[in-house]
């Protein structure tokens, strides 16, 4: 992820903090978990935008809905 999508990523969270407009996201780096197709997994979030997160885990990375985040 380059500077401009980090940018990006902050003032979308930014804005939706300050005027609502669906749940808040986590930030790039934080530590998040969830449940996809029924196997738990944590790991530091890569990329995150409305629909998706990239997160690594354990030196591998996936890609999951945000639908499926458990807490962050």
Avoid: Q
């Avoid at 939706?16 to 029924?38: F, H, K, Q, S």
């Avoid at 990329?47 to 990375?61: F, K, N």
């Avoid at 999951?64 to 807490?71: A, E, I, Q, Y």
């Amino acid at each position: 992820m380059d500077a401009h999508e980090n940018e990006y990523t902050a003032a979308a969270a930014g804005m939706a903090e300050t005027y609502g407009g669906g749940p808040a996201l986590p930030a790039v780096g934080d530590w998040v978990n969830g449940t996809t197709a029924g196997k738990r997994w944590s790991g530091y979030v890569l990329s995150c935008d409305e629909r998706r997160l990239s997160v690594e885990i354990a030196g591998a990375w996936i890609v999951v809905p945000t639908s499926d985040l458990d807490t962050f």
